[in-house]
């Protein structure tokens, strides 16, 4: 099942997008240093133990595993996809279970594997894009029943609801619109799409109302730093939000808060804005030099922001002009294949890292509220890169094998 015959297949890479991955590999890793060498602590201890070289680590087994996967043609590996799906919902599941997530930031993401922090996030949203894609194959015929759109969906909330509950909002809200370009793609009626999208826009109108404005008593449960993530992004004035019944002093503290937790993202948007047309130069940014950043977070989630404020205007849009590339390929690979398994595995890849890229840039610019969600290719971070890397090897996988049925 894994051979096919040299003349029924293109063994050729596609090299423009693999060139602008290698490029985007490179960049991550001098920015990457830039941002955890103004550590004390990091910088003092040895070469091996730094985030760069473990991030070079992670590069080469992604390679590695992008590279295997190439091995074997697509539609030998959706056969499997259902068994790739149900252990990814396994893992969503031992992962919110105390004892076996760890909790980390107020969340339980993470499965700890000694060396490791195992992410089945995301893993979770490769497995669903393998298994929707081997479902929505089927005959456009079939596609036009009900039941077919609603166990897709179904295939799409259950991860969506476990990732929500440990809660990690980003990887959870990257899945819908990749699902619904998937259902899109393979030929789903638009009115099935269009009743779901307004329904859902509507709860969602609803969802953000009653959490900013409804009196606290009505209010639905959240975690305590999600709702001040979102009282940070619509401006909300955390006194006001806490009601009438405050004294003085406690509304005083309230701003306090309010202060400190949009720091973040007020720093990095003064980093974004303060590289300039050039930038300050690599490893020469105040903001990230001078601890403004969250260190915790600025070679992950604020890297771009490390990006623009030593690279500047030039260096940001150099990094979009390489996004660019890998996803513009990725949709000619999805034009180009020969079958419907083939383009719904390259729609849902493409759908996956447009959602996670806009996201990222988003936050640290602030068009959209922090959630977490990596910059794929350049955040630092195991689970992020190797799933990064095996998305595209599934590109490659529907490129080189686009002409063998």
Known sequence: MFAIPNNERHSRLD???????????LVSIAFVYSATMTNDAMSSLA?????????????????GAAGALCM??????????????????????????????????????????GGFQFQ????????????QAHFLSRPVDELRQRGIFWRAIAMMGVPFLLIMKEPDLGSALVLVP?????????????????QLLGIGGILAVLF??????????????????????????????????????????????????????SHNVRQALIAVGSGGLTGKGWRQGQQNALGFLPQAGK????????????????GSVGVLTLYAVVLFTGIRIAGQARDRL????????????????????????????????????????????????????????????????
């Open 299 to 314: 070679h992950n989630d604020f890297i771009f922001s490390v990006i623009a404020e030593e690279k500047g205007f030039v």
């Open 15 to 25: 090299a423009i997008q693999l060139g602008a991955v290698l490029l985007l590999m």
């Open 120 to 131: 089945p996030s995301e893993f979770a949203k490769l497995a669903f894009i393998l298994a």
């Open 208 to 261: 953000v109302a009653d959490v900013i404005y409804a009196p606290p008593k009505f209010r639905i449960k959240m975690q305590e730093y999600q709702i001040k993530r979102l009282l940070v992004y619509f401006g909300r004035n955390y006194s006001e939000y806490a009601g009438t019944d405050v004294t003085e002093a406690q509304r005083q503290k309230l701003r306090e808060s309010e202060f400190n937790d």
């Open 178 to 194: 990749t699902g619904f370009a998937m259902l899109y793609a393979a030929g789903t009626p638009k009115r099935y799409l269009l």
């Open 342 to 405: 083939g383009k719904l595995l390259a729609v849902g890849v493409v759908t996956l890292l447009f959602s996670h890229v806009f996201i990222n840039i988003g936050m640290n610019i602030r068009i959209m509220p922090v959630t977490g969600v990596p910059l794929p290719l350049l955040s630092y971070g195991g689970s992020s890169v190797l799933g990064s890397l095996i998305a595209i090897g599934i590109l490659q996988n529907v490129h080189i094998y686009r002409k063998a049925y």
């Open 47 to 63: 070469w091996y133990h730094q985030t760069y070289f473990k991030q070079v680590v992670w590069f080469v087994l992604g390679l």
């Open 72 to 113: 074997v043609d697509y539609h030998s590996l959706t056969r499997w996809s259902l068994v790739a799906y149900s252990l990814s919902i396994l893992s969503l599941i031992a992962v919110i279970i105390p004892h076996v997530g760890s909790m980390r930031y107020g969340a339980r993401r993470w499965i700890d594997l």
